[in-house]
């Protein structure tokens, strides 16, 4: 029986394979590779679709998060609060400020920000706070203070990048909106913010002629670019499909053996979760028949090592670290077979009854 991938990003692109060769062949007769006709045209088609005044391109999401901030001047001496169930660059962004991670609880419905837990954890120092659209569920924005947007997981869900002082995106290969390589995006409504975006972006300067700040080198290739304008018109369909193949877990009757992530309009499904405190035991089960599942997060950022400085200590997120023991994705992209389901909801079935009977 074949193997079931966590993610089948191929099923995705392979019916536009000859489309992207072309794109990318007009790259190469250009010969344009860096801040060329490709990512101006991505910027203003990206900008469109979310409903955002700017939209800058550059090289992945974790610098996204990187510019974004300091283009708000966050610095030493400043808070910014985020949840600590998240991945790394999202509290690395702001310690590499020398800003400190703030952190705060999820809820446990939505595993996104705790907005109740967020507002206990303001202080004079809080300069910005930055909710997580995890897993492409849409988060709380709705604070007294600026909103910076780790969109990463959530391009395309509505409403999101559109209530924050800036937003920023990833385009990993297993995003919804994916490049074949590394790529990101900030967006922001206020063109000055804007401005600075993009002379960070390119080591402080607008013709690399006078250095006007101290910046960094980090641009999204043309390449990569050709490649999102030929998939950011299909967004839409994917997005149809993600939320469709997410209904039909559900229909399976999964959700009588673990618990499913709850729905709303806006959730885009960067991947599918589930809890269940069996959790090893299913992913040990999947393993054996062939089927790929991935914890995440199983180290919060509050207990990870590079940030012990912060002094967190175990227990101090509970919902988190109850979560950290407890998710699992499944295999999940826009347009997996309702028999590929079918195949893992048997499965995790299956690890749920041999659990029982131990």
């Not at 690395?92 to 952190?103: K, M, S, Y």
């Not at 995006?185 to 063109?191: G, K, R």
């Not at 369909?237 to 993600?242: G, I, M, P, S």
């Amino acid at each position: 029986m074949p193997q079931i991938p966590l993610v089948d990003v191929k099923a995705q692109y392979a019916p536009l394979l000859d489309e992207l060769k072309e794109r990318i062949a007009d790259v190469l007769d250009s010969g344009r590779f860096i801040l060329g006709p490709q990512g101006k045209a991505f910027e203003e088609e990206a900008a469109a679709y979310l409903g955002v005044e700017h939209a800058i391109g550059v090289a992945n999401g974790t610098d996204a998060l990187v510019l974004a901030l300091d283009a708000l001047g966050i610095g030493p001496g400043d808070e910014v609060i985020c949840p600590t169930f998240t991945f790394y660059a999202t509290a690395e962004a702001i310690a590499r400020h020398g800003a400190t991670p703030v952190f705060a609880e999820i809820d446990p419905q939505t595993m996104n920000l705790d907005p109740s837990d967020v507002l206990r954890r303001i202080t004079p120092k809080t300069k910005a706070i930055m909710p997580v659209h995890l897993f492409g569920r849409p988060a709380t924005t709705d604070y007294d203070l600026p909103v910076v947007e780790d969109a990463a997981q959530a391009f395309g869900a509505p409403g999101v990048g559109t209530a924050g002082i800036a937003s920023t995106y990833s385009f990993f290969p297993t995003k919804n909106l994916f490049a074949l390589g590394d790529g990101g995006l900030v967006t922001t409504p206020d063109a000055e913010l804007a401005e600075r975006v993009r002379l960070l972006r390119f080591h402080g300067s607008k013709a690399k002629e006078e250095f006007q700040l101290i910046g960094y080198n980090s641009r999204l290739d043309e390449i990569q670019a050709a490649v999102l304008r030929l998939f950011l018109p299909r967004l839409a369909e994917w997005n149809r499909l993600r939320r469709e193949a997410a209904a039909r877990y559900g229909e399976l009757g999964l959700g009588e053996v673990c618990e499913l992530p709850a729905d709303e309009p806006g959730h885009v499904y960067h991947v599918f979760v589930v809890r269940s405190p069996e959790r090893d035991r299913i992913r040990e089960h999947l393993a054996s028949a062939g089927i790929a599942s991935k914890a995440y997060y199983e180290t919060p950022l509050h207990l990870q090592p590079a940030l012990r400085s912060l002094g967190y200590s175990e227990g101090d997120f509970p919902e988190t670290e109850r979560a950290s023991r407890e998710n699992l994705a499944l295999p999940f992209w826009a347009g997996i077979g309702a028999d590929v389901q079918e195949r893992v909801v048997a499965a995790v079935r299956e690890a749920v009854s041999l659990e029982a009977v131990r």
